[in-house]
């Protein structure tokens, strides 16, 4: 547990984007298992409901809301569902992203696909937290994280838009930490390097000759675990992280060390 004396995630409430797989879905699972309330916001209205079976399976309470990160109201009525079911919000991990869908180059690089990639990886962030802040402003403070990635710290050859938009998810978080450092909001990002996850068995084309070349690219010899993006994201939120602001936190096994 990472609770501390005053009992951190008790009773408290976190909003998780993404929620419905891989990163997101272990997250959800690690908020509830510290003892929050937690809101599973994704797309997958059917990965939705399983994440909110598996936090139920722990005696913990979650609801499902479907929301697309893209879509302002899509936030804004999953936010005052929010409200509604638990009457508060204490953290938000703003983390639904989508991966593109085949490398090419810059200047060879489609227009609707760059907008599709930004749209959502960051984008979808800003407007997360901008309904979010005011609700988390309300009961005096809280923290939110926002994925960004090992592509937000080095640039990758053929990933115009996800580099950018993962880039861009640093600046933001910077300057949302900075907007709201003196208010009690501690802003911070995860940069996760290659993570066993749905996303990641498309990426591979889900072959092992796939996997073994992203395994090559990890100093560590493996991929991560979706649970060890979890631990950091719940590290950050938690008041151990109380003076941590406008952090880009790398769990990479060392990827972009090198
Ligand atoms: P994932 O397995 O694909 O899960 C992401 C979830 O987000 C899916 O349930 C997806 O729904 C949902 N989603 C997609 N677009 C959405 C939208 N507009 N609004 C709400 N939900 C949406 O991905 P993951 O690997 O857990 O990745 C989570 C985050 O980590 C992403 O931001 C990704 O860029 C980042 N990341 C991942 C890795 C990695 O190696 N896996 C590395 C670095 C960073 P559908 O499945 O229905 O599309």
Redesign the pocket.
């Known amino acids: 547990m990472m609770t501390n004396e005053n009992g951190n995630y008790t009773g408290k409430v976190a909003f998780v984007?993404?929620?419905?797989?891989?990163?997101?879905?272990?997250t959800a699972l690690a908020f509830a298992r510290e003892g929050a309330n937690v809101v599973v916001?994704?797309?997958?209205e059917q990965?939705n409901q399983e994440t909110v079976r598996m936090i139920e399976k722990l005696g913990k309470k979650a609801i499902a809301v479907r929301?697309?990160?893209?879509?302002t109201e899509?936030v804004k009525a999953a936010l005052a569902k929010t409200i509604e079911a638990f009457g508060r919000l204490d953290f938000a991990f703003n983390?639904?992203?989508?991966?593109p869908k085949k490398p090419a180059p810059t200047a060879e690089y489609e227009e609707e696909e760059w907008n599709r990639i930004v749209?959502?990886?960051l984008r979808?962030v800003f407007l997360c937290m901008k309904y979010e802040i005011p609700l988390i402003l309300k009961q005096g403070g809280g923290a939110i994280v926002n994925?960004?990635?090992?592509?937000g710290i080095i640039g990758i050859k053929g990933s115009p838009a996800?580099t950018a938009a993962?880039h861009g998810v640093i600046g933001l978080t910077k300057s949302a930490a900075l907007d709201y450092a003196a208010q009690n909001i501690r802003v911070n990002a995860v940069?996760?390097?290659?993570?066993?996850?749905?996303?990641?068995?498309?990426?591979t084309g889900g072959t092992s000759e796939g996997r073994a070349k992203v395994i090559a690219e990890e100093p560590i010899g493996r991929?991560?675990k979706?649970e060890e993006?979890a631990e950091a994201v719940i590290w950050l939120c938690s008041d151990g992280a109380a003076f941590v602001i406008g952090h880009a936190m790398v769990i990479?096994g060392g990827q972009t060390v090198q």
């Open positions: 984007t993404g929620a419905a797989n891989g990163i997101g879905r272990a916001a994704d797309i997958s990965g929301c697309d990160v893209t879509q899509d983390n639904a992203g989508i991966e749209d959502t990886n979808g994925t960004s990635s090992g592509a996800y993962k940069c996760p390097g290659y993570i066993n996850t749905p996303m990641m068995d498309r990426f991929m991560g979706s993006i990479d």
